[in-house]
């Protein structure tokens, strides 16, 4: 009896020892789009739990604005921020788009800021996700993919097994060693593709007035048709744009 005593007594002491599980919340603005965590989907946009260590989000900054009278939907290029942190509450901020100079202020360099609870900064490297040609319909989890088995700057440098288990609820990378990151508190990208820019007659939104962009369908809609037609017009010389217009009258 006094032996089975002593023993409860070990393991009580044992687990009054052990460290709490610590995790990395992160908090992040409403206007964030969270594509995918670590590498997988995201199932929701918001604040995230997250484990220990390194860890990598792509989001779009979406917001609204007024451009004389019309209500004007921005959607950024898909960023990717990286950072290793542990047992903290960390808060990305991104600065505030009221007009088109901001959008293609932030388009040309985006200025992101990431801190922990006493305001302090906090170092991270971050990238875009660039898909060249027609945006719609895009496969984040097959891009993302590819870019961290390569050698970019906010990789994880995955390998080609990544199938863990996880402990608990907070999600975590798999490494294939543990990168070296460039890290700074604040990063310009100079990789550049066109924003999605929709006009408030072109452009779909939800029932919060937010606008709503699909990832997953093959099938474009009527609006994000629109949209591109819009920016290629944009793109197009005087030349072009007179030959599509005279198709167009022509039907």
Same mark, same amino acid.
């Given at each position: 009896?006094?032996?089975?005593?002593?023993?409860?007594?070990?393991?009580? /002491?044992?687990?009054?020892?052990?460290?709490?599980?610590?995790?990395?919340?992160?908090?992040?603005?409403?206007?964030?789009?969270?594509?995918?965590?670590?590498?997988?989907?995201?199932?929701?946009?918001?604040?995230?739990?997250?484990?220990?260590?390194?860890?990598?989000?792509?989001?779009?900054?979406?917001?609204?604005?007024?451009?004389?009278?019309? +209500?004007?939907?921005?959607?950024?290029?898909?960023?990717?921020?990286?950072?290793?942190?542990?047992?903290?509450?960390?808060?990305?901020?991104?600065?505030?788009?009221?007009?088109?100079?901001?959008?293609?202020?932030?388009?040309?360099?985006?200025?992101?800021?990431? +801190?922990?609870?006493?305001?302090?900064?906090?170092?991270?490297? +971050?990238?875009?996700?660039?898909?060249?040609?027609?945006?719609?319909?895009?496969?984040?989890?097959?891009?993302?993919?590819?870019?961290?088995?390569?050698?970019?700057?906010? +990789?994880?440098?995955?390998?080609?097994?990544?199938?863990?288990?996880?402990?608990?609820?907070?999600?975590?990378?798999?490494?294939?060693?543990?990168?070296?990151?460039?890290?700074?508190?604040?990063?310009?990208?100079?990789?550049?593709?066109?924003?999605?820019? /929709?006009?408030?007659?072109?452009?779909?939104?939800?029932?919060?007035?937010?606008?709503?962009?699909?990832?997953?369908?093959?099938?474009?809609?009527?609006?994000?048709?629109?949209? /591109?037609?819009?920016?290629?017009?944009?793109?197009?010389?005087?030349?072009?744009?007179?030959?599509?217009?005279?198709?167009?009258?022509?039907?």
């Amino acid at each position: 009896m006094k032996y089975q005593s002593i023993l409860c007594a070990t393991a009580l /002491m044992l687990v009054a020892v052990q460290p709490a599980t610590a995790d990395v919340n992160l908090n992040l603005p409403k206007n964030a789009e969270v594509l995918t965590v670590n590498g997988k989907p995201a199932v929701k946009s918001g604040n995230l739990v997250l484990a220990d260590g390194i860890n990598q989000i792509a989001f779009r900054y979406a917001a609204q604005y007024r451009q004389q009278a019309d +209500s004007v939907h921005y959607l950024s290029d898909v960023l990717i921020v990286r950072f290793d942190a542990s047992a903290q509450t960390l808060t990305l901020t991104l600065p505030t788009i009221n007009s088109a100079r901001d959008a293609k202020k932030f388009d040309e360099s985006p200025k992101l800021t990431l +801190s922990n609870a006493q305001d302090e900064a906090v170092s991270f490297t +971050s990238d875009k996700l660039i898909k060249n040609g027609i945006q719609l319909g895009r496969d984040f989890e097959h891009e993302i993919l590819q870019y961290n088995l390569s050698n970019h700057p906010a +990789s994880l440098n995955l390998t080609m097994n990544t199938a863990t288990t996880q402990p608990n609820d907070a999600i975590a990378p798999v490494l294939a060693s543990q990168p070296q990151i460039r890290q700074t508190a604040v990063v310009t990208s100079t990789n550049l593709i066109a924003p999605a820019v /929709m006009s408030s007659s072109a452009a779909a939104v939800n029932d919060k007035g937010q606008p709503t962009t699909s990832v997953s369908s093959t099938t474009p809609s009527q609006a994000e048709i629109s949209q /591109m037609l819009d920016y290629w017009y944009k793109q197009a010389n005087d030349n072009t744009k007179a030959s599509f217009k005279a198709k167009i009258n022509k039907e």
